[in-house]
């Protein structure tokens, strides 16, 4: 990688971004209000009241009343100036809501991410370092359940297993509340109740670096550089690491800049079980009370996350692959 071509790259990534991030907020805007329901009505219902003149109130106050395209204008706004609007539902701002759960579903997903990846490369190695022996059929088996188990499914039998049979490990949220923690002990607490929600989370994307690993590395052991190292007397090991493993993480590397960002998105399923305090249970929350500023919220924080990791991933497959340029 030329480092004088960087700044030019990322300079022509970022425009490209901002363009992205526009389309997606006008997006995630006209879908969030062709969804069927009127915010209103909930408001009004929570408020025990239904009157025609209050429900207009409400319309007048939080913007509905106005022409869709008004509404768009100032969203984008809005937007722009950071502001993500205010949440009927909490009496809060889109934005500290968010920042209050952020955390929380930076913590599951960064956990279930370096599991899926570490844990996936290494079984991947590992079958196909053993290809046609029965740890490979073992690790192959085991990773077409995983990936074909629904979430939710693995997330109640990990919660009847270790938390209800075994009593190892805490089922739901994300620290306990009844005690008053500070600290390392908070730490531990927070690392036990996380370990189930990662699991959970994690093992689908394992099955899925599991494969792609060793798929690809048997690839790359067929190649005449790897025989020609072979033939050199280069010891078995130091071609596993630098020659076939090496060039096996291109295609891992891209697909988990992918994966990181539907990480997010699965989130909200693991959330929901685990009741995981996370924007992924916020959002859910904000999806049954038709609260629009939140969702839109989510979505567009969300979306500025993924956007940020494929870029961090194009920087670093250019890093790991020489041959790359960051031109164009």
């Given at each position: ?175 306990d509340p009844g005690l008053d923690l500070h600290g390392p002990a908070l730490w531990w607490d927070v690392a036990q109740h ?55 993480l291109l295609p891992v590397i891209t697909f988990a800049g992918i994966q990181a960002g539907q990480l997010i998105g699965g ?8 009741a995981w305090p996370g924007i992924g249970r916020l959002a859910f929350d904000a999806l049954l009370a038709r609260d629009y ?36």
């Amino acid at each position: 990688m030329d480092a004088s071509r960087l700044p030019g790259f990322l300079l022509r990534r970022l425009l490209k971004s901002a363009l992205v991030i526009v389309a997606i907020a006008i997006c995630n805007f006209l879908l969030i209000h062709a969804a069927p329901g009127d915010p209103a009505s909930v408001i009004a219902g929570q408020s025990g009241s239904a009157d025609p003149q209050f429900m207009e109130q409400l319309r007048h106050q939080f913007g509905l009343d106005r022409p869709l395209h008004v509404q768009l204008g100032i969203y984008l706004r809005d937007v722009l100036t950071l502001d993500l609007g205010f949440s009927h539902r909490q009496q809060m701002p889109v934005a500290t809501l968010i920042l209050d759960r952020l955390p929380a579903t930076l913590l599951l997903t960064g956990a279930a991410f370096l599991l899926a990846v570490s844990g996936g490369v290494a079984l991947g190695a590992l079958a196909a370092r053993r290809a046609g022996t029965w740890a490979d059929s073992a690790i192959t088996a085991l990773a077409l359940t995983f990936y074909a188990t629904p979430l939710f499914w693995v997330g109640l039998m990990l919660v009847l297993l270790f938390s209800v049979q075994l009593e190892w490990l805490p089922s739901f949220g994300m620290s306990d509340p009844g005690l008053d923690l500070h600290g390392p002990a908070l730490w531990w607490d927070v690392a036990q109740h996380l370990v189930l929600p990662a699991l959970t989370l994690g093992l689908f994307y394992l099955a899925v670096y599991a494969r792609l690993t060793r798929a690809t590395m048997l690839e790359v052991a067929d190649q005449d550089f790897v025989k020609t190292a072979r033939a050199k007397g280069v010891p078995e090991g130091r071609i596993l690491r630098a020659h076939i493993l090496r060039n096996a993480l291109l295609p891992v590397i891209t697909f988990a800049g992918i994966q990181a960002g539907q990480l997010i998105g699965g989130s909200i399923l693991v959330e929901t079980v685990f009741a995981w305090p996370g924007i992924g249970r916020l959002a859910f929350d904000a999806l049954l009370a038709r609260d629009y500023a939140v969702l839109l919220g989510v979505f567009f924080c969300t979306s500025v996350m993924v956007i940020v990791l494929n870029l961090a991933t194009d920087l670093l497959y250019a890093v790991v692959d020489p041959r790359v340029e960051v031109t164009g």
